[in-house]
Structures are given as C-alpha cells and as structure tokens.
C-alpha cells in the first residue's frame, strides 16, 4: 500500500522561500512519476508541479511558474518542491501523490490515477 508523507510546511512571509520534501512508502520510487497538489481556503484540489519517474520531464502550472521547481532524487527517494518569491495566494495544504503506472510523465492525469496521498504540509503565507 502506497503512502506519501509530505513535510516542510512552515508560516512564512511573502517574497520568502520554503522547501517542501515529500517521501513514500509501499512503492518503487523510481519507477513512478510523482505530482505537487495544493488546496488552497474555499477551492478546489488543483496539481501545482509534477515530474516523470526520472526527473527529466517537468511542468509547473502557470500560476507558479518561474517561482516554483520541482525535483526528485531516486537515490535518496525523497522528492521536492522549491518554492521561492512566495505570496499569500499560495497559502495551501500541498500534498504529493504518485502515478499509478509506472514509466510515464507523471502528471496531467485524472486524479483518481494517483495514489499514495499523504496527510500534507501546510504553507501560510503572510505579513
């Protein structure tokens, strides 16, 4: 059984900077692609950044990009996410999930193909 643990959540104050790491149990790291989701006060579950199983395929979405990078190392299995210039509509509970499948993107999937939920990390961004 598949299970992520999200950390590095923190209150942070806007144009600050925070790492969120995130790592898994129940699955080989290295062959799932892996994807940031963040849920943000009174929306939506909306993905943020994800990445192939072997790191050389990104995207952010575009509210985050140029802000926000997201890497993996597969020797440490511990995947991560750079959130630099921050602002209070980042302000979120961030979760990182795995593709089900294995040897894919990784990302731009239904949700429901995504496994290993974690608890999340919150992120408050404010003055």
């Known amino acids: 059984q598949a299970q992520a643990q999200e950390s590095g959540g923190d209150l942070v104050q806007p144009g600050g900077s925070l790492t969120l790491s995130c790592t898994f149990s129940?699955?080989?790291?290295?062959?799932?692609?892996m994807a940031w989701f963040r849920q943000r006060p009174g929306k939506k579950r909306e993905d943020v950044c994800g990445?192939?199983?072997?790191?050389?395929?990104?995207y952010c979405r575009d509210p985050v990009k140029g802000r926000f990078a997201v890497s993996r190392d597969n020797a440490k299995e511990i995947l991560y996410l750079q959130m630099d210039n921050l602002k209070p509509e980042d302000t979120a509970m961030y979760y990182c999930a795995a593709d089900r499948e294995r040897y894919t993107t990784g990302w731009n999937k239904p949700a429901e193909e995504y496994i290993g939920w974690g608890q999340g990390t919150q992120v408050t961004v404010s003055s």
């Open positions: 129940g699955l080989p790291f290295a062959e799932h692609g």
């Open positions: 990445l192939s199983f072997s790191g050389g395929s990104r």
